[in-house]
């Protein structure tokens, strides 16, 4: 599935001769994923040998490895050589699965399942992240590992939402488990209002969204019962912290009173009918609600916040 | 950089009719990687809002956040607007970061931090995964979640190597912590030899190849010191776990002296001058020692194992 090893070639913080050849299409070499490989003992039913943290992609390329139904897969199994990140991380992205036995040494296991050591060592201290608090309704100068500024400042905002699924069993919910974000340039411009992801729009919603000239928002369902409907799951669009985008009630209507010149939807789920150009629904979606599109959109999006005054 | 929810689209181990209809090429739609956006006040200095577990992807493919020196980025903070598995699991691929500054509210922080519940809940007792133990040189049936073989059976045997770094001022080194698999068909067939990880050409590595008919091999550092003369880390090949293929006492001198008709290196890492397929230490490797590229041997790679016999 892959052939290169941890952080992948190119890797994200690397211009060595080879990273910075390749990108710059000078050098005679392919682009490999972490590594990683598929065997099968009929071509059915897969087994994986390590998961890497290039997993999701290395399944899309790999049609023997795609599913049959609406929550299914011919994975059966991942086999671990090592609990290195980059042999293990792909596990993470299997979030779905039912009981996908993983295949390990005891040891192996133990040191990622009771010692936690690989997230207490990548998340704690002393590690490659520096945290930073986001007080709510405060704007922060966002700055560098160095403490230089890098010249926006954001403002947290507390948005309807739930505590991460995992975190459900664990701690109640609180109103910093989700927010959504206003961000502008130090210097001044416009602001970029971000909520990828709420459970209505609200006055907190409004808050964030006030006088932006652009605003990311949550269009995960197009439908309440989307899932239920799917049979995939019985919870509705609300219950799982996204405010569904269709009717008179629904975030198109509400988005529709804002004052926000652009608005465009993000965080679309793969059932979402508004993924289909084609569908009915998509086209019920008033053109100044775009959804970002990855490859189509993404320099619009991402030069919002760059260029103040457009 | 992406606009889709948790698990992308398409989805892992989904196949409702948009996964399946682009996946068959009848949808009138666009893949999507898990949703983010960077931000920028000057195009020079970036910050990303949510790290999805796409993110190395994600990076790639935006050159305003490519890197200008060999341990560098312009990448200068994250900022997240949940704890959710889409929004942060990108922070584990950003693991070589140097203080990188996260801005998250106080309860995200905890709760990724602190309570460790991502982690646990992917992980531990009741969640996706389901661990089985690999007994070092004791052949295994690997069977599914539901107990149902997959028509496979592989064999632990421990390698030269180390803890992951995660894991070094944790617990002392065990030979479980790295190993290297023997894989056949239930029913019998040829075997797959996979060692992706080996500080060392021993005869631990020698028994894991017996007679096999392919065997992938650690190609991550054509030499000890390649880090230390790019200034990167001091450390030397053999330090990190992975023989160096170079030399007369290198992994490839080695390898050439087993009965094996098939062996292809794997876990490349960026800085090896094999990516470079006009390089002299390309021309060096005999044709039996292939190192797999992603696209053009992935099929054959990944059918070893599924066509015993050829």
Redesign the interface.
Known sequence: ????????????????P??E???AGR???????Q?G???????E???L??AS?????Q???????????????P?????L?????D?C?G???????????????????D???R??????????AGG???????E?EVA?P????GGRP???V?E?VAVP?K?????ES??DP?P??????R?R???GGPV?A????AAAVDDAVRRVAASAACL?FDG?FWRSNELAD?G?DARRAEAMGHAPLAGTEGAIARLAALDVPRRI?????????L????SPERQKVPSKNR??????T?RT??????A?GT
Request: aromatic residues 4%; charged residues 20%.
């Open positions: 599935m892959g052939s290169a090893a941890g952080g992948g070639f190119p890797q994200w913080n690397c211009a060595c080879n990273c050849g390749l990108r050098l005679a070499a392919t682009a490999r994923t590594e490989v598929a065997v099968s003992a009929d071509g039913r897969w087994v040998l390590n943290p290039d997993l999701r992609l399944i899309e390329r790999l049609p023997a490895l795609h599913p049959r139904a609406p929550r299914e897969s994975i059966r199994a991942v086999v050589t090592s609990g290195e990140v042999h991380l596990l993470f992205s299997l979030r779905e699965g039912r009981g996908l036995p993983v295949y390990t040494t005891a040891r192996v296991r040191a990622l399942v010692e936690n050591a690989l997230a207490g060592r990548l998340l704690g490659p992240l520096g945290w930073r608090r986001l709510l922060t966002v700055a560098d590992a890098t010249g926006l954001v947290a939402g505590p991460p699924r995992h975190l664990v701690l609180d910093e488990d989700t927010v959504g974000l961000l340039a130090a210097r970029l971000y909520v990828p992801g990311f995960t799917l995939i939807l993000i965080h679309l789920n793969n059932t979402n009918p993924l289909d150009e084609t959804h970002a599109a990855d490859a189509a993404r999006a991402s030069s919002t916040a760059a103040p």
